[in-house]
């Protein structure tokens, strides 16, 4: 019987970069704010670190990076995921010879795929690799909607350990889960959906907000975990409003905007992601005043 990747909060965290490539220096600050705010795992060279601007040697390096500053204190998840399925391999390789946990694969986008090329797909990187993989589920960014047949016949391969559902469909998430067995797993691709994956079962959640409020995600999936999901329901309305700020733009102008107010200095973007627009910013402030954050850096 397949383990799950992780139970609980996971956080996709940003990356750093300077002008002239990445700050290590803040990813290990980045990294150590993860563990000492109790998230259960991170996923590295996500969408939310801006993997799409990544050459691959620089994937791999940020990879290993992280692999070895985590030095086993987090399970680190590496981000692998290519409309190139031999791309795929490669990047999960060297994730695997650095140490990661598992590995984040999106499903193909652009090119896109067949439902069998899509099983295709899948089963020849958890064939070559052999870590555990968690697929990534977003057809608003893939335009690519898995089936629950075909999530059904993804689940019998040994490493293909479950799903970050980010579709926000309930209904076909009711449907995979009743037709898979119950070691497929499911976490929450998105904040504000949590809750609901997890009363159906799912194990956590992949967090943006956690990026900056990672003890409040550890928490609001602790207590899905204990079944107390009126204090869950109650914490999640709480930060509602801040969860979906994070998409106010682009993910992940919104939560390095954030971080940036609190002072984080996580730095800015590559193209073509940009900088937040000032009218979004100052909705963003006054969520995040509202929430009851406190905001140290004005511009």
Not at 91 to 99: H, I, P, Q
Not at 130 to 151: C, D, G, K
Not at 263 to 275: I, S
Request: glycine residues 8%.
């Amino acid at each position: 019987m397949k383990t799950p990747l992780f139970i609980g909060s996971s956080v996709a965290i940003i990356t750093p970069y300077t002008d002239t490539g990445v700050n290590y220096e803040k990813l290990a600050q980045v990294i150590d704010f993860q563990i000492s705010g109790g998230s259960a795992a991170i996923i590295v060279n996500g969408t939310t670190g801006e993997c799409s601007t990544q050459g691959i040697d620089e994937h791999i390096e940020v990879v290993d990076f992280t692999v070895k500053h985590a030095a086993g204190r987090i399970k680190v998840i590496a981000g692998s995921g290519s409309n190139d399925t031999n791309a795929a391999v490669t990047m999960g390789k060297a994730a695997k010879a650095s140490g990661a946990d598992g590995l984040l694969c999106v499903t193909p986008y652009y090119n896109r795929t067949t439902q069998l090329g899509l099983i295709k797909h899948y089963y020849h990187i958890a064939d070559h690799v052999n870590l555990p993989i968690m697929i990534y589920h977003v057809p608003s960014r893939t335009t690519m909607t898995a089936t629950a047949q075909t999530f059904y016949e993804l689940s019998k391969h040994p490493y293909i350990n479950g799903v970050k559902e980010a579709s926000k469909d309930v209904n076909l998430m009711t449907q995979t889960m009743a037709l898979c067995a119950d070691d497929f797993y499911f976490w929450a691709g998105d904040d504000v959906y949590t809750v609901a994956c997890m009363a159906l079962g799912g194990k956590g959640t992949v967090s943006v907000m956690g990026n900056f409020l990672p003890k409040v995600m550890a928490e609001l999936c602790d207590l899905c975990l204990k079944n107390d999901f009126k204090a869950a329901r109650e914490l999640s309305f709480k930060y509602a409003k801040l969860m979906d700020a994070m998409f106010i733009e682009v993910n992940p102008i919104p939560v390095k905007a954030a971080m940036n107010l609190l002072g984080m200095n996580v730095g800015g973007y590559r193209l073509p992601l940009c900088e937040i627009e000032p009218a979004h910013l100052e909705m963003l402030k006054n969520v995040m005043l509202e929430t009851g954050l406190d905001i140290v850096v004005q511009d």
